[in-house]
């Protein structure tokens, strides 16, 4: 089982930056897909950004310009740099990982706060 544990949230005012980090109890070689999820209350959880071992990225069209997923191989950690950040992206922002071979896993989540 892959362990992944978020980091980073907080509270912060529209306009300002985050990073949020993802540490994987193993290798992320092994890793097929990265991604970030975030769930407002009363909404579904959907797809901010995910990033394939290739390197290749997806993004919603929400954060496309502002929203930045990156992979560090050697620390086993995803991050998901967040700019320019609105009280819209107020959500729990949770981590993913899917190995073809094993299935998804999901952190515990981390709590995103953006001020108006």
């Known amino acids: 089982q892959v362990q992944l544990v978020e980091s980073g949230g907080g509270l912060v005012q529209a306009g300002g930056s985050l990073r949020l980090s993802c540490a994987a109890s193993e290798s992320i070689f092994s890793i097929n897909v990265l991604g970030w999820y975030r769930q407002a209350p009363g909404k579904q959880r959907e797809l901010v950004a995910q990033?394939?071992?290739?390197?290749?990225?997806v993004y919603a069209d929400s954060v496309k310009g502002r929203f930045t997923i990156s992979r560090d191989n050697a620390k086993n950690t995803v991050y998901l740099q967040m700019n320019s950040l609105k009280p819209e992206d107020t959500a729990v922002h949770y981590c993913y990982a899917y190995l073809r071979d094993r299935g998804g896993y999901w952190g515990q989540g981390t709590q995103v706060t953006v001020s108006s």
């Open positions: 990033i394939a071992s290739g390197g290749s990225t």
